[in-house]
């Protein structure tokens, strides 16, 4: 038989890593279970484990080294501005949220929704650290940017991802100011005047260091 631990060490209130097993002995695995491990048997051949592992560790370690390189040579090419922003929280990802939202609507702004990719992931038998959009805004301001081109709804409200890594600290990531006037205004032709751009910047900031100090 094969088998592979999907997912990062055991964290107190989590379900766990879950162990994926292939071959055809693997079912005999699934008695692992009465002692509170996660098991599930894909019924493959044996090696596909191994594969899964790979490739699961191929896609998160990857796609955070890509990330990295290409956030280092915006910043040698002094283009971060136009990135995503970044910042650390000292809380958990649950309080980061809470402490978010709470920001923004001390703001008077609205929360809109919370899109919980981690539960999404659990409830289809997969496994992901906590990874949770908040959308939110100001209906005041975007309305009428919207009644002037429509389609600038695909792109808002704006978006904060609040998210986990593989080392249990908890990140605060959403488009920068000039990235939304310049990027997401820009594409449906429209544009963010300096004041309103200096503005969301400031709040961006102020909602941010409320929700990660």
């Known amino acids: 038989m094969d088998a592979g631990i999907i997912c990062g060490p055991p964290k107190p209130g989590t379900p766990g890593p879950l162990i994926y097993t292939f071959g055809p002995d693997a079912p005999a695995l699934g008695m692992l279970a009465q002692h509170g491990l996660r098991i599930s048997d894909l019924h493959g051949p044996v090696g596909a484990a191994s594969g899964l592992k790979m490739s699961y560790a191929g896609i998160t370690k990857g796609l955070t080294a890509l990330a990295s390189a290409m956030m280092l040579a915006a910043m040698r090419f002094g283009a971060a501005p136009a990135l995503l922003v970044t910042v650390a929280s000292l809380h958990t990802a649950a309080e980061t949220?809470?402490?978010?939202?709470?920001?923004?609507?001390?703001?008077?702004?609205?929360?809109?929704?919370?899109?919980?990719?981690?539960?999404?992931?659990?409830?289809?038998?997969?496994?992901?650290?906590?990874?949770?959009?908040?959308?939110?805004?100001?209906?005041?301001?975007?309305?009428?940017?919207?009644?002037?081109?429509?389609?600038?709804?695909?792109?808002?409200?704006?978006?904060?991802?609040?998210?986990?890594?593989?080392?249990?600290?908890?990140?605060?990531?959403?488009?920068?100011?000039?990235?939304?006037?310049?990027?997401?205004?820009?594409?449906?032709?429209?544009?963010?005047?300096?004041k309103p751009s200096r503005g969301l910047a400031k709040l961006l900031g102020d909602v941010s260091r409320d929700a990660t100090r």
């Open 97 to 194: 949220i809470e402490r978010f939202e709470a920001a923004v609507r001390a703001k008077e702004w609205a929360v809109f929704a919370k899109l919980d990719h981690a539960a999404a992931a659990e409830a289809a038998g997969l496994q992901l650290r906590p990874c949770t959009v908040v959308v939110f805004g100001n209906p005041k301001g975007g309305t009428p940017a919207m009644r002037t081109n429509s389609t600038l709804a695909i792109d808002l409200p704006l978006k904060a991802l609040v998210w986990e890594d593989d080392s249990g600290k908890v990140w605060l990531t959403y488009n920068s100011a000039e990235f939304v006037g310049q990027h997401v205004y820009g594409r449906h032709g429209l544009s963010l005047d300096a």
